[in-house]
């Protein structure tokens, strides 16, 4: 199933988690890697199959699944 642009949910492969265009390759590993300061570039050179709009899709989804979070509001 697609999800989002680039992005694909399939439930018998990486244990149903987000991948980028059905690859074994998961949006929180790119997250991940861009959070310990991998750039772009690095990461495209680790995983030479991904294009630079897969990283850019990984990103917007993962904004988006912060953006559909109900947070509770701390009363005073």
């Known amino acids: ?29 790119v997250i991940g890697l861009l959070a310990s300061k991998k750039s772009r570039e690095e990461v495209l050179a680790m995983y030479p199959y991904l294009e630079d709009e897969d990283i850019t899709a990984a990103l917007n989804y993962a904004m988006m699944l912060t953006n559909d979070q109900d947070l509770p509001i701390e009363r005073a």
Request: proline share 7%.
């Open 1 to 29: 199933m697609e999800v989002a642009n680039r992005i694909t949910i399939e439930p018998g492969k990486m244990g149903g988690r987000p991948c980028i265009r059905g690859l074994r390759i998961t949006v929180g590993t």
